[in-house]
């Protein structure tokens, strides 16, 4: 069968109209047609835990990255021979670039590695007045920065020790504090240089007052006997809920917030009357005071 010339023309015109009006509808899908949104990745810097003298001191150290410059300092580096080989593998393969070393206190068992570690790495020592071979002393609330993004906030919490210094890292909306011997998970550290109303000023006043997200990670692993002692003094579902998470992990650091100390630590409780009632004292410091005595004596 033959098609006329004319009726050649027609279909070819129909055709051409119907493929242009394809185009122009699907064109139109796809500019009209919502951009899928990117997943957001929340700005954070990487920590890792260093453990030292396990099953003895249980201490940490911790080495802190910034990702996007990989400028890094080390925390705490106090028993060179397990803190070293983590340095220079992170070092030579490229991963970090250690910056600083930064120390919570003067006691050996948080500064007494840096004259061995600055044979490896010759850097400048930030931390409190009396650690070894020290270069700056920040002032309480004075800041610096590590690499990019991370924002370091000295805390002085005298009592412990008198040169106690807490770090406060922020990286966006990611917050860490390093507290020495000053918090503990569900605890707080001796009051070796100082007193009940200095412990009481570290903890309720300058380390409760930052955001209730602000991961805590101190210098030791001492969360299980500081649970065994909090269930002596108050029975709540927070002390309940770290008692079966210390049972059923080997490290706790990081995994806790200042919001949650607020509930679970009985020493950042000093205002509870079950506990005020068990002591015996209603002031903040002399509750503060009767708790470190008990828990000394446990």
């Known amino acids: 069968m033959f098609l006329t010339t004319t009726t050649q ?9 119907l493929f242009a009006a394809t185009i122009k509808r699907n064109s139109l899908k796809f500019f009209s047609a919502p951009i899928a949104k990117q997943p957001v990745h929340a700005r954070a810097m990487h920590i890792q835990s260093i453990p030292m003298w396990e099953g003895t001191g249980n201490n940490y150290a911790y080495l802190v990255t910034d990702d996007k410059s990989k400028d890094s300092v080390i925390i705490d580096p106090a028993n060179p021979s397990e803190v070293l080989p983590v340095l220079k593998e992170r070092t030579e393969s490229g991963n970090i670039k250690l910056s600083k070393i930064i120390n919570t206190h003067h006691h050996h068992d948080h500064a007494g590695g840096n004259v061995e570690i600055l044979k490896h790495f010759p850097l400048p020592i930030i931390g409190g007045k009396d650690c070894d071979k020290v270069t700056t002393t920040p002032s309480h609330n004075s800041t610096f920065t590590i690499g990019d993004s991370i924002k370091v906030t000295a805390l002085h919490t005298p009592c412990h020790t008198q040169d106690s210094i807490c770090f406060l890292f922020e990286d966006g909306s990611d917050k860490a504090v390093f ?7 569900g605890g707080c550290g001796r009051f070796f240089e100082g007193n009940a109303k200095e412990m009481h000023k570290a903890l309720n006043e300058i380390l409760a007052s930052l955001p209730d997200d602000t991961r805590v990670y101190p210098g030791h692993e001492y969360t299980k006997g500081n649970v065994r002692f909090a269930k002596k003094v108050l029975d709540n579902d927070a002390i309940r809920k770290l008692d079966e998470y210390s049972q059923a992990n080997k490290e706790t650091q990081g995994k806790f917030t200042i919001g949650d100390e607020k509930q679970h630590n009985v ?3 000093v205002n509870d009357p079950n506990i005020q009632a068990l002591v015996g004292q209603e002031d903040p410091v002399e509750v503060m005071k009767a708790l470190r005595g008990m828990k000394d004596r446990s």
Do not use: A, E, K, P
Not at 9 to 17: G, K
Not at 179 to 185: A, E, P, V
């Open 9 to 17: 023309v027609i279909l070819s015109t129909s055709l051409m109209s």
């Open 179 to 185: 507290t020495g011997d000053t918090l503990f998970i």
């Open 267 to 269: 020493f950042m409780r």
